[in-house]
């Protein structure tokens, strides 16, 4: 299955701009899911790209961010601790529970996974956590810092280096993990569980994960990757990382049939694809659309046009508007179909204008609908029906004009 990447933003806990991108099937979606990084990764990096990649290609959308002071978002890393993680985590549920569909699986990497595990409680729609490499302590971090730890305690901060990099650590950081318990956390997280961890992880050891399986109640589950390191750098782990939660998770979610009104989309958001010049992805609830041009004006022909898709809604809402009339009056008609073509001519060749209209001159859209009805013999029915066609409210739309009203958002 092909998937699509969309770069979105939200604000973070203090007001951050959150850089994140959105992998999504292009088809239907199970669910939504949240991806925690590791410390100081971010979205990014390998393991957490291809994961969400390989999810979304079994139907499971994947928000992944960077957290504040990372990569492309917004805020000082030297300000952030594992509680504003937390807080970003909560506010990143939030931009999807408003604009696409809450998550109902959270998944964190390594410092991730206990911030997912601390998150989590504060999602409701989460049903489902996962952890890759997370240690059962916050404060495993620390060990990190070497013999900067001294230097952050008596002096407030201090340069530490993390895979080549230089990050500033200050003493709040440190005050704010001992406030931290995950293992208390997932004792109480009442919230299905999957660990996954490397037994020859080097940086967070095994002994993390069977702490958080006997901290954990049921449901619980463990899974061993097997000769992976702790990034996960092979893509054959990644890949493996992914089909395990999918299956897994499959048991824990919620179907759409089973979300209230209140947990469903409204309107429709169409974005850039990034693979064709016209290619577009249009996102309405839980289903996906690909709107494109033919190649003869530059397209890829991967979709319907816009005009397409009008005259599949003028087609659409006729067929239902005829359906509704026939059942509501009990009339025994077979399968209706309407075929609809899309042309612009000129006002003065309309024969179905007004002499007003004609005399407008330029040139005017035309949609020609024809109906067929299966088994339907009788002349007067199939007359009224066709007047029943004229009330869909797409076809009143298209013929008394709407009002589009653009603004722009950050």
Known sequence: MDTITKRVEFTGSDGNRISAKLDL???????????????????????TKRIAIELAKRSIAVLRFDFAGIGASEGEFAATNFSSNIEDLLAAAGYLRDNYQAPQIIIGHSL????????????????AVVTIGAP??????????????????????????????NFSIRKQFLDDLKKVSVTERVKNLKKALLILHSPTDATVGIENAQELFIAARHPKSFISLDNSDHLLSGSHDANFAAS????????YLKSEEDLDDSQRHNGVTVAETGKGKFNNLATAGKHRLLADEPKSV???????????????????????????YADFKKLDVGKISVHVEHNKIHAKDCLECTGEERASGGKI???????HIEGLDDPQLRAKLLTIADKCPVHRTLEHGAKVVTSYQD
Request: hydrophobic share 45%; aromatic share 8%.
């Open 136 to 165: 059962a302590n916050a404060e495993h971090v620390v060990q990190n810092f070497g013999d900067k730890i001294a230097e952050i305690k008596f002096v407030g901060d201090a340069e530490v280096t993390l895979a080549g990099r």
């Open 112 to 127: 991730g996974g206990a911030a997912a595990i601390s998150a989590a409680a504060g999602i409701p729609e989460v049903n």
């Open 365 to 371: 859209d035309r949609f020609e609908r024809r109906i």
């Open 298 to 324: 530059g397209g890829n022909d991967q979709g319907p046009t816009p005009y397409d898709f009008l005259s599949i809604a003028l087609g659409a809402c006729t067929n239902m508007t005829m359906r509704m």
């Open 244 to 251: 395990i939660i999918a299956a897994w998770s499959s048991r």
């Open 25 to 47: 099937p292009v088809g239907g979606i199970k669910a939504y899911a949240l991806f925690a990084h590791c410390f100081t990764c971010s979205k990014d990096i390998n393991a």
